[in-house]
């Protein structure tokens, strides 16, 4: 596609409800990277894939939090047994590869809500 | 890890006026991204800088490596530039570190 997309736009949620978030990213980029971003603690990475490997899964703040990526395309963010503190805006970039001199896109953002 | 510091936190100018956003990095840095977030969440690219000089209409960004600073330099502003700047940098890990942004207001 022309950009980044993600879906859904919002989502509001009960606590204790499990929640899954799309991205596509750009066509023919290979490397997929999950942010956040609250008023709290501002912009702050979760995970990246390299086609369909996640090399680094520092950023996931708990167990609940998982990702994958099949196909070296879309990625689905998942978040079981949601949290109050887990309500932010999730952002997803994409680049050509990882690492080296490769510039990160954006996505709108899914903005999550949990009540 | 990497602190990126980011001032001033809030700008107010008039339209028109110019202004110069820092970004400071406490390691080397591989890749440095100056992004505009719109009213709408929107991360917008600006500059991919790593190092070197860029211009892009009324916009220009200078990173100094050896330094550890970059500049974001807005001229003749318009409302339509207000949001929030962020400055990331990638320090080799290839994930991008953000500082906290500059918040600018570009009244008519």
């Known amino acids: 596609g022309a950009g980044v997309s993600q879906s859904p736009s919002n989502k509001v949620t009960e606590k204790g409800k499990d929640v899954e978030l799309r991205c596509d990213p750009i066509s023919g980029h290979t490397a997929l990277y999950w942010y956040r971003q609250s008023l709290g603690q501002g912009l702050e990475f979760l995970i990246y894939?390299?086609?369909?490997?996640?090399?680094?899964k520092s950023g996931l703040p708990s167990d609940r939090f998982s990702a994958e990526r099949t196909g070296g395309s879309v990625s689905t963010l998942t978040i079981q047994r949601t949290q109050q503190e887990d309500s932010a805006v999730y952002l997803c970039?994409?680049?050509?590869?990882?690492?080296?001199?490769?510039?990160?896109?954006f996505g709108p953002g899914t903005r999550l809500t949990v009540l | 890890g990497i602190q990126v510091e980011q001032s001033p936190p809030d700008l107010i100018l008039q339209e028109g006026a110019n202004s110069t956003l820092r970004c400071n990095f406490s390691d080397s840095v591989n890749n440095l991204q100056w992004f505009h977030q719109n009213p709408w969440g929107q991360l917008i690219n600006l500059f991919y800088i790593p190092s070197g000089t860029k211009q892009n209409g009324r916009l220009s960004a200078t990173t100094v490596a050896t330094e550890r600073y970059s500049l974001l330099y807005i001229s003749s502003s318009q409302t339509t530039d207000s949001g929030v700047y962020f400055c990331?940098?990638?320090?080799?890990?290839?994930?991008?570190?953000f500082g906290k942004g500059t918040m600018l207001l570009v009244s008519p």
């Open positions: 970039a994409s680049s050509l590869v990882a690492g080296g001199l490769n510039e990160q896109f």
């Open positions: 990331a940098v990638d320090e080799g890990y290839s994930t991008l570190t």
């Open positions: 894939f390299q086609g369909n490997s996640a090399p680094d």
